[in-house]
């Protein structure tokens, strides 16, 4: 996957220094509004991903890699961002790629044999905002393949789609224990759990939102609704606004549900916290994969 | 310094079970706006932060505190938030907090020996925003303290300041190499480098603002105006938009000053990345203080 004409370049004469002729496919940004948060919309013109389609530098690049000898460019490429509720933008890229590589078929004798409309399928993280269900992006993105490819005359390229997001994030509970509470009256009552922003710092970074349930009283009336703050030294350290629970007490287990997508892949040691332990769970049996962080890993690379 | 009824009511135990007596502060939530990002004001009404001194519970706080055996209330704490580049919420919050300290003489026989007014001195992260001097800072804050001391007939407490960020942020600067570039006609110009939201997450997440310079070309002329983008998989990581530079091509380095508070202590591991090393200098001299972050680190507590 080339992402711009540096990467070309470099590969090129990476390819031809170690006399291997890698496949590659392009980077295309067609310039589609994905309608989500645009901190995760990377398909738009003013993107630092990928050669803008809507400008000639597609076609330049496309030209230069199937004359740069080493490198045999297969296929095209677009990832619109991350999280689309909405099947839509996969369609109108599909289209505008695909009359793109016609396009270069005709001028340049492409041959696309393979399309990788990247990932951003959505997963529901809240009771009230259901995703679309992975059929019905699959029906939506092949039958636009195959209505296209058919009109344009061009042959049925390989498709490739990178669901990342929507494989692993429900796989994780991130589980808590609850600690102090502090109610400000007739305003808020804040409940304190011992992770927070370290560990999750979607909420901060792009507002986004989760469920949560209290572990151990599940089924319970749900008579309290409360703020879920973390234990970071940040306002912003809030990980779900006003949640309608079984009250919650010290020692109680908090957990969300739906974060096994970016949390410890961005989690971090701010105010030095330790990252937490991860656990396996198949049928009733819990393993531990990754083992809980000490104060000793901390400095371990510390050489004062 | 105790944040909430459930923290004091924790140390009381604590502090009887071990037999001892420990000195307290309590922090306190003045109400004051900070003029400041939201996710970094901390000493206003709707916070997670501090008893509200405009409700009752200052007062049940304190009184619980002076009766709980095992504790010792010394004093008060507040702390407004990050990167203040006023003095006057410390003085709202110092006159605030010194009136709620007489009248708690008065009706408890509370002795305010100690005053923590926390940190926040911000700094000059642009050329163009310069930050208020430590001194600004000091004489305002003590000036406030002595003649408010004298107004309300208090013995002057001991004055605890917390800077951090203006201790340390100048003392590190952020260096990257630069690798591709991406120019959208009329647009932007996207200049790559090696690091990115992993190791300084402040831009994507506040909206932070840095100054940036090509280390290698010192002096001379800025004649390109770029955006310089990190490694990660996301649009929002931008480290610097729209800054002025001498050509920066690949292989140049990219410094950015005022990157000693925050980047390192929420850093990550986003995308496999490896957290940087950190290099101490003095006077001309460099020693490697942590080393870089190796592949075999990132999987090391895995059992896996």
Tied chains: 1, 2.
């Excluded at 269900?133 to 042959?155: F, M, N, P």
């Excluded at 999750?200 to 609704?225: C, F, H």
């Excluded at 970071?232 to 629970?245: H, N, Q, T, Y």
């Excluded at 994969?289 to 371990?300: P, V």
């Amino acid at each position: 996957m080339v992402d711009n004409f540096h990467e070309l370049a470099l590969l090129g004469r990476l390819a031809t220094g170690l006399r291997k002729t890698p496949d590659i496919l392009l980077r295309l940004s067609p310039g589609v509004d994905p309608h989500t948060h645009s901190h995760v919309a990377t398909g738009v013109l003013d993107s630092k991903f990928g050669f803008p389609l809507t400008t000639g530098q597609a076609e330049e690049a496309l030209t230069k890699a199937m004359s740069t000898p080493g490198l045999k460019l297969t296929g095209l490429h677009f990832h619109l961002g991350s999280s689309l509720f909405e099947v839509e933008p996969y369609l109108q890229a599909i289209d505008l790629v695909l009359q793109f590589a016609a396009q270069m078929k005709q001028r340049h004798r492409f041959d696309l044999r393979e399309l990788n409309v990247g990932g951003g399928f959505a997963v529901q993280y809240l009771l009230d905002s259901p995703a679309p269900s992975v059929s019905r992006y699959a029906d939506a993105i092949v039958s636009a393949l195959v209505e296209q490819t058919g009109e344009l005359k061009l042959e049925q390229p390989r498709l490739v789609i990178e669901p990342g997001r929507s494989v692993v994030a429900r796989a994780g509970t991130a589980l808590y224990t609850i600690g102090a509470s502090k109610d400000i009256p007739g305003l808020r009552r804040y409940v304190f759990v011992d992770g927070g922003m370290g560990d999750n710092i979607r909420p901060a970074l792009y507002d986004s939102k989760y469920e949560a349930v209290v572990a151990n009283k599940m089924g319970q009336p749900e008579t309290d609704v409360v703020t879920i703050a973390g234990k970071f030294c940040e306002s912003g350290d809030i990980l779900v606004k006003d949640v309608r629970l079984p009250k919650p007490e010290a020692g109680d287990v908090l957990a969300m549900p739906t974060s096994g997508a970016y949390s410890i892949p961005m989690s971090s040691n701010y105010n030095a916290s330790l990252r937490p332990a991860i656990a396996m769970v198949k049928e009733g049996k819990a393993r531990l994969i990754r083992r809980r962080e000490t104060y000793d890993d901390l400095t371990a690379h510390d050489s004062v």
